[in-house]
């Protein structure tokens, strides 16, 4: 279920989901099953397996996200009251 209230910077939920990955003997036997080996369907790049099936998009990394950005508004709006007390 996605969940959207910054101009696209949403989390979506996967609790129902099954990843599927897959790879090939070839990129096995160079790289082992621990290297960038598998493909997550729905993504482009290889990963390695824990980040194959891995959910980047979850609500931990939104809120984390989120919080970043209120940090940054606090800089600024500080920032902006600081040259506000400067003009008196």
Excluded at 1 to 23: C, F, H, K, L, S
Excluded at 40 to 53: P, T, V
Excluded at 60 to 77: L, N
Aim: aromatic share 6%.
């Amino acid at each position: 279920m996605p969940r959207d209230d910054n101009d696209g910077d949403g989390w979506r939920e996967y609790d129902d989901a099954v990843p599927v990955i897959a790879t090939t003997l070839e990129l096995l036997t160079e790289h082992g099953p621990l290297g960038p080996v598998w493909w997550r369907f729905g993504r482009r790049d290889r990963h390695s397996l824990l980040d194959a099936l891995d959910n980047p998009d979850n609500r931990a990394v939104y809120d984390q996200r989120q919080k970043e950005r209120e940090k940054k508004a606090r800089r600024a709006h500080r920032e902006l009251m600081r040259t506000l007390a400067c003009a008196d």
